[in-house]
């Protein structure tokens, strides 16, 4: 039996940031390299609520144990920033007995890695100073209490005071780490001032000096006519127009250390309690250091060094800009096409189809037996009962069955159950599914190729589409007085009694919708009309209770011989249809062969004098015909064909 690969757990309170994305860059790649799994868990920021039910996303953390994960990365410096450290060390506290190693802020107990800050800060602000003879420089803060923003800030006003410049307290503006909010702060003082008596600002991070420079220019301030820093040097910050100074903290050696640390700690090594990391100021063009001419060079050191540009890199991310609008248009696409009415089963049916085409290798979604509504909350208690709503996997050609209802397991003690095989290798993503106060489940997937703001809008759009029908499937059954529990994932009125299929109306809704979502995202495929050969024969013959076996028998094989994301229905009497999203005419001869296969071993065995078969006509569903009516119409009439070559086919043979 194969070891169990590793499980490192990363707690992120963002995706989009690039802060987090480098951290998570680093330490995905340490994974890879040493054969370890790496399950990122996408949280909310600890004490303040960037938006209305944001603290939704806290839920997740309540995955973190030991059964799922065998270590723990938490970065902890921007979840500093609004609780006390009582509070934060109680909160990391409360993830043993599992290994926990903390990124960005030392925490008693827990081997740390943090960043020399001072050293990267005290080059900038000295450099501002001594080099630009800048007298005037503003501070763009942010009311937190990590040790972060606390030393940044000491090292601005002890810099100041040792060059004798006073410290103007008007000059501390505060913004929330964020573009939006340093360009809100900066244009409230300038629209009490009426003017931006600066030299310099200094941001406490890259994604407020953007929002800074921005500013200025709509003021007709250039840069660096007002000089702006940042700290963090992310990578638009060197692709910008200036290019930012900044701080580099390093965070991928950060990252890349904390990973190999906690690494050390399961394998029972002795580690540093603190290991720190050092930082380095990078001059660029928003100070004036670097031309516009001069692209060969992506920035100077404190000490005068030359660090060459990446011309191939930044080639990539002009690149990767245009597919991320092209990402987009598709996800929105995904929106529009999904926003209607559906009973759970049809979301159910779509989910494996709809997520592999934004290149999801793998995925398993997870729904609480009951939607549990919530106020803001730092803990969260899972309830005892979830189910799956539907999973696949790619490597394994996995597909969890959705027309059957999964059995209860119990979220407090496994995050998936054993029967959901997915394969669990590479980095994973953990987000909650929530709609408005009301906590629905969470979603574990793999992502592919796309941008990761991508995979949080598709997940944030499915929770809306998932709520909305939950409430329907609900509406449904109390509409039709159904008593039934286990309505939530059913479609009773659209499935026909005789068979357990979807009757003509289900499958003319559900048909329509697949086609319309494949067409929605450049898909083709198949539409596929069968008629059973010889019910009136089996019925005149050997009575209807024959024949109704033949039809249900006919029902079994063509769930065995197409997909469990295929659409499959009976329309009534002896016909059958199918919708198949992705197939080719090429695979109908495989398709056709296979069913011949399995109604020869029926009639082998059935006891029956009759012989079962089925005629199959096909025609191709894309952009331009994709009216699921007409394509049945257009089916029926290969099928008819079809049935007439058969019939010529056996004459020939009675004749030889």
């Known amino acids: 039996m194969p070891k169990k690969l590793r499980r490192i757990g990363l707690l992120t309170n963002s995706l989009g940031s690039e802060y987090y994305i480098a951290i998570e860059k680093s330490v995905s790649e340490f994974c890879e390299k040493h054969n370890c799994v790496l399950l990122v868990f996408v949280t909310s920021q600890l004490g303040k609520s960037l938006g209305a039910f944001n603290y939704q996303n806290r839920a997740i953390a309540a995955l973190i144990k030991r059964q799922n994960l ?17 509070k934060l060390f109680s909160y990391i506290d409360s993830f043993k007995p599992l290994p926990v190693v903390s990124l960005g802020g030392e925490v008693p107990g827990i081997p740390s890695i943090i960043a020399d800050n001072r050293s990267g800060m005290e ?35 002890k810099v100041l005071e040792r060059n004798k410049i006073p410290v103007n307290e008007d000059w501390i503006m505060y913004g929330g780490y964020s573009y939006p909010s340093a360009y809100a702060a900066l244009s409230a003082f300038y629209e009490k001032h009426g003017e ?17 420079m921005d500013f200025c220019e709509q003021q007709d301030f250039t840069v660096p006519e007002i000089i702006v820093t940042g700290f963090d040097d992310s990578e638009r910050s060197s692709c910008t127009n200036p290019t930012l100074s900044t701080v580099s903290q390093n965070l991928s050696e950060q990252a890349r250390l904390a990973a190999e640390t906690l690494l050390d700690v399961l394998d029972k090594k ?50 990767e800009w245009f597919e991320k609008r092209t990402q987009v248009k598709r996800v929105l696409s995904y929106f529009n096409n999904n926003q209607v009415m559906v009973v759970l089963q049809v979301l159910r049916s779509k989910f494996v189809s709809d997520f592999k085409n934004f290149d999801i290798q793998s995925a398993s979604v997870c729904i609480f037996e009951n939607p549990i509504e919530t106020d803001d909350f730092e803990y969260f208690q899972m309830p005892e009962k979830a189910r ?23 979220p407090k003690k496994t995050m998936l159950p054993d029967y959901v095989n997915l394969s669990f ?7 909650d599914l929530y709609h408005c106060e009301t906590q629905l489940g969470y979603i574990i997937f793999k992502p592919g190729k796309w941008d990761i703001i991508v995979y949080e809008a598709l997940c944030s759009f499915f929770a809306s589409f998932l709520s909305a029908s939950i409430d329907y499937t609900r509406v449904e059954s109390e509409t039709r007085k159904l008593s039934d529990s286990n309505l939530i994932l059913s479609t009773i009125s659209r499935t026909d009694e005789l068979t357990q299929l979807l009757n003509r109306r289900g499958f003319e809704i559900i048909g329509q919708q697949t086609i319309d979502a494949a067409v929605s995202t450049n898909q083709t495929g198949l539409v596929l009309f069968g008629d059973l050969d010889g019910l009136k024969y089996v019925n005149d013959t050997y009575g209807h209770k024959a024949g109704d076996t033949a039809l249900r028998e006919m029902a079994r094989i ?11 229905g009976r329309m009534g009497g002896d016909e059958f249809a199918v919708v198949a999203t992705s197939m080719k005419m090429e695979q109908l001869p495989e398709i056709k062969d296979r069913i011949e296969k399995y109604c020869k071993e029926f009639n082998a065995s059935s006891g029956y004098d009759f012989e079962l078969g089925i005629s199959l006509g096909a025609v191709i569903f894309d952009e331009v015909h994709k ?10 009439t290969e099928q008819y064909e079809e049935k007439r070559r058969r019939k010529v086919g056996r004459l020939r043979d009675n004749e030889k």
């Open 425 to 431: 290798t590479g980095r994973y993503y953990i987000l």
């Open 70 to 86: 065998d270590g723990l990365i938490f970065i902890t410096s921007p979840q500093a920033n609004y609780i006390t450290q009582e």
């Open 388 to 410: 799956i709503l539907a999973a696949y996997d790619v490597d394994t050609d996995y597909e969890f069955d959705v027309t059957k209802d999964s059995d209860f397991f119990n």
């Open 627 to 636: 009216d699921l009516k007409e394509l049945l119409i257009n089916a029926d």
């Open 558 to 568: 063509l769930e065995k011989t197409f997909r469990v994301s295929d659409i499959t």
């Open 196 to 212: 931006l008596p600066f030299d310099a600002i200094v941001a406490l991070n890259d994604e407020m000096a953007y929002g800074c």
């Open 123 to 157: 080059q900038m602000m000295e450099h501002l100073i001594n080099v630009h003879h800048c007298t005037r420089i503003a501070l763009m803060s942010v009311h937190a209490n990590s040790s972060d923003v606390i030393q940044r800030t000491e090292v601005y006003r």
């Open 270 to 319: 002795t580690v540093p309690p603190v290991q720190q990391v050092s930082s380095l100021a990078l001059f660029r063009q928003s100070c004036g250091c670097l031309s516009e001419r001069d692209t060969s060079v992506n920035a100077l050191t404190y000490d005068g060094q030359k660090i060459y540009a990446d011309i191939g890199r930044i080639r990539v991310l002009s690149n």
